[in-house]
């Protein structure tokens, strides 16, 4: 009998897939069995992860596309959904953060593409997915928050980035409520402080033993912590989760 962890027979894509976590959680769904589009706006960082989890033996397509622009999301989705395969599971996983300075000093346009990216990006990404899906009665949709949406990081400012989290895991409920009835499951990942480019960018260097030491676990998290959280909250094992926030932390927000 076949696992309900198993993806096989599903088609899948991940925003943000060409690095970091969501290329890891697009391997892991490759391993599960499912065929697994790649959304990035590094076309070049796509394209390489299409043709790893190509080698896995499943499917899959890049497709470089910046998913601040709505209609060129809505584009991509409907390019996966009929030369991939009818969509069931996708991660609205593409984020950006820029702080690092006091918030009475932030420029406009430094809160615009955080909220954009972050935020509406998500929203257009699960917009077009439900487009598809909802027609059939049948998809599970996972997007990407923070615990940032749920703590303020302490010596992080980022006021845009914190709000952007809170307003992805908020937005996940308000989608799952609204789309349940027809078979379309929301919810949202809130990943710790995890080992990926972002977190070992030079702008937040100093800042990396101060939050091993607020992590009860007493380590930072790595990539692959997140994949098999990724991969349950859109099997059928998730069957009855929806508009939960899944927070995968080390214990962080326990403190
Ligand atoms: N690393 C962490 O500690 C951590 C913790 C909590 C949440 N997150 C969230 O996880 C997600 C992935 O983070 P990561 O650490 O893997 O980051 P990363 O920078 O390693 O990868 C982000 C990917 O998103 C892509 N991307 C960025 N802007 C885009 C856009 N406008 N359109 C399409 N693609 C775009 C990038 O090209 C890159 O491939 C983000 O939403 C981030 O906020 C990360």
Redesign the pocket.
């Known amino acids: 009998m076949k696992s309900s962890f198993n993806l096989e027979g599903k088609t899948g894509l991940i ?10 959680v697009a391997k892991a769904w490759a391993q599960a069995g499912a065929d697994v589009a790649i ?4 076309g070049d ?2 394209a390489s992860t299409a043709l790893e989890l190509e080698s896995v033996g499943v499917r899959s397509l890049a497709i470089a ?5 709505n209609s060129a999301v809505h584009d991509a989705v409907q390019r996966v959904d009929s030369e991939l395969g009818e969509l069931d599971i996708a991660f609205n ?5 820029r702080g690092e300075v006091p918030s009475v000093d932030m420029p406009a346009d430094w809160w615009r593409s955080v909220i ?3 935020l509406s ?1 998500v929203f257009y990404s699960a917009q077009a997915e439900a487009r598809v899906m909802l027609p059939r009665g049948r998809g599970a949709i996972l997007n ?5 949406g749920i703590i303020a990081n302490k010596g992080l400012l980022q006021p845009n ?1 914190n709000a ?2 809170a307003g992805v895991a908020h937005l996940t409920r308000s989608l799952a409520v609204e789309w349940a009835p027809q078979g379309v499951r929301v919810n949202s ?11 070992e960018r030079d702008e937040v260097a100093d800042k990396r033993a101060e939050w091993i030491s607020g992590i009860p676990m007493g380590r ?2 790595t ?1 692959d912590d997140l994949t098999g959280p990724a991969t349950f909250a859109v099997s059928d094992a998730s069957a009855y989760m929806n508009g939960h926030d899944l927070v995968v932390d080390g214990g962080f927000v326990c403190w």
């Open positions: 925003t943000g897939g060409g690095q970091g976590i969501g290329q890891a959304l990035d706006a590094n960082s796509a596309v910046d998913v601040t622009d996983n593409a984020g950006i953060a954009d990216v972050n990006g990407m928050a923070s615990m940032s980035y952007s989290k990942l809130s990943p710790g402080y995890i080992l990926t480019p972002l977190t930072m998290g990539v």
